[in-house]
């Protein structure tokens, strides 16, 4: 099964860009998917198939990919960006859904 | 608008059970998959069983296959999860999650969650 790295913190000032990683540990067609949890509340997708958005998400935040790593880019950041952020992939061998370990976003 | 509302959470015994429902609104439930995601205290999300619209398609994770069992009411537009062998472990919030399938996107973006019921709570403690 896979096995989805992720930072556990990434700090940023407001109005700067936050950038996190999520990291595969073994190459697949498909795609990763973003979710956004702030505390108290359930998550909510924020980036699918790498890097289209769901109706609603701000243009702030957008998705690329490069050989086995993942990024989420949030542009702009403001104090209700921060939360945690999850990546997840469906791995079509297992039939398995996995998420990364996620990641903290401070803004400072 | 899409709703999905959990219900049957509780406390029970490490060896008790207990099933968990998903009440859903707003869409075509007879077309999607499926899912349970649950997050211990303090803990990241993970998957825990998905189930695709027919029925023949149901997969679990490792931590809780063969305990756990995921149905689904297509005319009752519900999710069910039976919970047997409770272990501590277990204690979490459960999250019911509209998961999109392969009939819907093609299949390299199949598969995520792009709704969450608000959660149900499960504490197995002695």
């Known amino acids: 099964s896979y096995v989805l790295t992720q930072p556990p913190s990434v700090s940023v000032a407001p109005g700067e860009t936050a950038m996190i990683a999520c990291g595969r540990d073994k190459t697949g067609t498909n795609g990763v998917h973003w979710y956004q949890q702030k505390p108290g509340q359930a998550p909510v997708l924020v980036i699918y198939?790498?890097?289209d958005r769901p109706s609603g998400i701000p243009e702030r935040f957008s998705g690329s990919y490069s050989g086995n790593t993942a990024t989420l880019t949030i542009t702009r950041v403001e104090a209700g960006d921060e939360a945690d952020y999850y990546c997840?992939?469906?791995?079509?061998?297992?039939?398995?859904?996995?998420f990364g370990g996620g990641t903290k976003l401070t803004v400072l | 608008e899409v709703r999905l509302v959990e219900s049957g959470g509780g406390l029970v015994k490490p060896g008790g059970s207990l099933r968990l429902s998903c009440a859903a609104s707003g869409f075509n439930f007879n077309i999607y998959y499926m899912a349970w995601v649950r997050q211990a205290p303090g803990k990241g999300l993970e998957w825990v069983s998905s189930i695709s619209p027919s029925t023949n398609d149901i997969d679990y994770a490792d931590s809780v296959k063969g305990r756990f069992t995921i149905s689904r009411d297509n005319a009752e537009n519900s999710l069910y999860l039976q919970m047997n062998s409770l272990r501590a472990e277990d204690t979490a919030v459960y999250y019911c999650?509209?998961?999109?399938?392969?009939?819907?996107?093609?299949?390299?973006?199949?598969?995520?969650?792009?709704?969450w019921g608000q959660g149900v709570l499960a504490s197995v403690s002695s």
């Open positions: 997840q992939v469906w791995d079509s061998d297992s039939g398995h859904r996995v």
């Open positions: 198939y790498d890097v």
């Open positions: 999650a509209r998961e999109v399938g392969e009939d819907i996107v093609i299949v390299p973006a199949a598969h995520h969650f792009d709704y």
